[in-house]
């Protein structure tokens, strides 16, 4: 050991000697210092960077963007804390950097993209569901303008970049808002209704689903195809085997583990938003205690990663699986999901 300690240090020495020492240019040892400053610069950078944001009260945040509290009013009011976070957290947006240490990361990129999906599905319900009494009722110009904003390309970086639309949409967001806390608007209004939520909640129904499935694939399994379960006059497209082999590639494990964060971290504000303008819908089909069971579900997921990498241990191997562990969680909140959607379709 102590040999090979005398070695390294000998190599260190003659690249030292051949690249700073006195005898070599002054431009050529500058120029080694300063890519061996700009490098510890950018690591450390990186690290700043790569950190998930802290989650933020929806009551506060609804009473700093407006004076006037109104049903719907902290639910866009969380859409808008949700966006402005994703843009103005350590390292702005990150998605689409094409430079270091941005173009490096890829832990909170993916982090991002699970905010921006639940985003998406959030907006798209506030403007064809809560904004709007009934199906041939006109929709809100704002909130359509807003939710094709956040549907642009989250990797674009140039010629318009993502930043730049997702502010466009956060604006219109503001809009909404402003119009439906003023009394003398008539034009935004927010429906809170049973079976509005259950329209959003069928969304984030699928949309955890998936994201268990494939967090639970990061050790393989053999899956029943039961895609035409249940209808025997059910038919598809094209013929799929009966039993499938899914796994997820190594590479991908820990994309997917922090889409979920992401997700989850997102879904967690809209919940407790939706906690405070639904009170009284919740509150007849005494669902409250249910949705305070998810809320409490999802920020268990949450919780502090010590180890500095997504270990992917067999289920029941010497190490852990971040992967399982974050599919129990999102696995128990969607299980309440659809237990929840049942009791506001109940009279």
């Given at each position: 050991?102590?040999?090979?300690?005398?070695?390294?240090?000998?190599?260190?020495?003659?690249?030292?000697?051949?690249?700073?020492?006195?005898?070599?240019?002054?431009?050529?040892?500058?120029?080694?210092?300063?890519?061996?400053?700009?490098?510890?610069?950018?690591?450390?950078?990186?690290?700043?960077?790569?950190?998930?944001?802290?989650?933020?009260?929806?009551?506060?945040?609804?009473?700093?963007?407006?004076?006037?509290?109104?049903?719907?009013?902290?639910?866009?009011?969380?859409?808008?804390?949700?966006?402005?976070?994703?843009?103005?957290?350590?390292?702005?947006?990150?998605?689409?950097?094409v430079t270091p240490p941005g173009i490096w990361l890829d832990n909170v990129p993916n982090w991002e993209y699970g905010v921006l999906i639940q985003v998406r599905d959030f907006s798209k319900a506030l403007r064809e569901a809560f904004s709007r009494s009934l199906s041939q009722s006109t929709e809100d110009g704002d909130l359509a303008l807003a939710e094709s904003r956040f549907n642009f390309d989250h990797n674009s970086w140039v010629v318009p970049a993502s930043e730049s639309e997702y502010r466009e949409g956060v604006h219109y967001l503001e809009g909404y808002l402003r119009r439906l806390t003023d009394d003398d608007e008539f034009d935004a209004q927010f429906y809170a209704r049973a079976d509005n939520l259950r329209y959003w909640l069928g969304t984030v129904e699928t949309r955890l689903g998936s994201l268990s499935q494939r967090l639970s694939?990061?050790?393989?399994?053999?899956?029943?195809?039961?895609?035409?379960?249940?209808?025997t006059a059910s038919q598809q497209s094209t013929s799929a085997p009966g039993e499938l082999k899914v796994k997820t590639p190594w590479r991908e494990i820990d994309d997917v583990f922090y889409e979920a964060r992401g997700s989850t971290w997102a879904l967690i504000h809209?919940?407790?938003?939706?906690?405070?303008?639904?009170?009284?819908?919740?509150?007849?089909?005494?669902?409250?205690?249910?949705?305070?069971?998810i809320i409490r579900e999802l920020e268990a997921s949450q919780g502090a990663v010590y180890s500095p990498v997504i270990l992917n241990g067999s289920g029941f191997g010497l190490l852990a699986n971040h992967s399982l562990v974050m599919a129990s969680y999102i696995s128990r909140a969607n299980a309440a999901i659809i237990d929840l959607r049942e009791l506001l379709a109940q009279g």
């Open positions: 050991m102590n040999r090979l300690s005398r070695r390294a240090s000998d190599v260190g020495e003659a690249l030292a000697e051949d690249y700073t020492g006195p005898n070599n240019p002054f431009w050529l040892r500058a120029g080694v210092v300063l890519a061996l400053v700009y490098l510890l610069l950018v690591l450390g950078l990186g690290w700043y960077w790569d950190d998930e944001p802290a989650t933020f009260d929806v009551t506060e945040n609804a009473q700093l963007r407006a004076a006037r509290q109104v049903v719907g009013g902290t639910s866009a009011a969380a859409l808008i804390g949700i966006m402005e976070t994703l843009l103005e957290k350590r390292g702005g947006y990150l998605s689409n950097d694939a990061s050790v393989g399994q053999r899956r029943i195809n039961t895609d035409l379960a249940g209808d809209l919940l407790k938003a939706i906690e405070v303008d639904f009170d009284e819908v919740l509150r007849k089909k005494n669902a409250r205690v249910s949705l305070q069971q």
